[in-house]
């Protein structure tokens, strides 16, 4: 059996929205937390009532459709009353193992953020491989340190009000945990399916603004030498210029990075995956062409002179 104290001297920060079926889960695995936020986006759902039933403090944030998002509007303007926030989803878990070694960790004075490693369950299996493990993410950090990238996508339609695949800068050293978080989503395909439409309009966005020639200030840098997530983003400067990535992703995901080693799950997942790429190169062309909107009135006229001509001769 795990000992952990009681009330370790942590601030959770948890962005949510109807999350109702995620939150016990995740508010009941920081309960030992000295301070929980939950920022909520004016759930109409449970989600309020739940973490109040746990005894997190619930502030609501309204989106202005520009910068800043959830998280970094809650790390400037939240009281904590802790040096150290943790940034929780609704669907992760923290575990006592790993809580020891935040324990553990925030003792330290020569670190200011520590990269907590992710196991990712879809369908009920874990998805070791397919480039889903590891997952590294920082989110622990001294919040007076660390704020999200701004990758200039705030203003993009359609894509949620909360840093989703953003990543931290942070002033100062940072180490890496040795146990896990878990993401473990309690809801269903549709739901995953409705999340991952809104991160293609913000993939798509971001693959413009690489291929535009967008530099790496106010990011984390895209370095092939640089840590795993630097090294990701070297890697996406090349993606977004290969030809055929649908079948690509699929490819890498199932068959180079063993996904058809974790079954049936790996295999959906894949798929589902290249079906994600395929959306996203939809917006782009859309993106590019139109604009962002499915048609625009010069297209539209174009063509009709078009087929009028046409039908002349």
Known sequence: MVNIPTKIPVSVLIPAKNEEKNLPACLNSVACADEIFMVDSHSDDRSVAIAQDYGAQVVQFAFNGHWPKKKNWALENLPFRNPWVLIVDCDERITPELWQDIDRAIQSPDYSGYYLNRRVFFLGRWIRHGGRYPDWNLRLFRHAQGRYENLDTSDTPNTGDNEVHEHVILDGKVGYLKHDML???????????????????????????VLRGQGNR?????????????????????WV????????RFVVIYILQLGFLDGRAGFIYACLMSQYEYNIGVKLYELRRFGGTLNTKATVAANLKQRDTQELF
């Open 218 to 238: 106010g990011t984390i840098g895209a370095k092939l030498l640089g840590d795993a997530v630097q090294r990701k983003r070297f890697l996406k400067r090349i």
């Open 241 to 248: 210029r290969l030809p055929f990535k649908p079948l690509l």
């Open 183 to 209: 993401h473990e989503d309690f809801r269903d395909i549709f739901q995953w399916l409705a999340r991952h439409n809104r991160y293609s309009n913000w993939e798509a966005r971001v693959y413009y603004n």
